[in-house]
């Protein structure tokens, strides 16, 4: 699976965006994907989750309540819904493919390129 995120740019605090990852491969609609995010200095963490059919849904606390994962499998894409964004927001935004439901980065084998979404306050 090949992965390609975009809709990322520069928002104020409070403003929405909506990030798309495309994937190519055969395989997409019988995989977990997922959001992660990469601020300057931090650690990559997890965003949100949505399972195979798009039955599932996980979110970190952080998030929960402002964004909302979701995807199209006729398309080959999952998006990421960010409502209310925060300056804390601001981070390089990956998409991911894992055979499960999973927080962990390590159980993700294939990643995108990434987008920079920087919220200015």
């Known amino acids: 699976v090949q992965l390609q995120a975009s809709g990322g740019g520069l928002v104020q605090a409070g403003d929405s965006l909506r990030l798309s990852c495309a994937a190519s491969?055969?395989?997409?609609?019988?995989?977990?994907m997922g959001w992660f995010r990469q601020a300057p200095g931090k650690e990559r963490e997890f965003v949100a989750s949505?399972?195979?059919?798009?039955?599932?849904?996980d979110y970190a606390a952080s998030v929960k309540g402002r964004f909302t994962i979701s995807r199209d499998n006729g398309k080959n894409t999952v998006d990421l819904q960010m409502n209310s964004i925060d300056p804390d927001d601001t981070a390089v935004y990956y998409c991911?493919?894992?055979?499960?439901?999973?927080?962990?980065?390590?159980?993700?084998?294939?990643w995108g390129q990434g987008t920079q979404v920087t919220v200015s306050s």
């Open positions: 991911a493919a894992s055979p499960s439901m999973s927080p962990r980065m390590e159980d993700y084998d294939y």
């Open positions: 491969g055969r395989t997409f609609g019988s995989a977990t």
């Open positions: 949505i399972s195979r059919r798009g039955i599932l849904t």
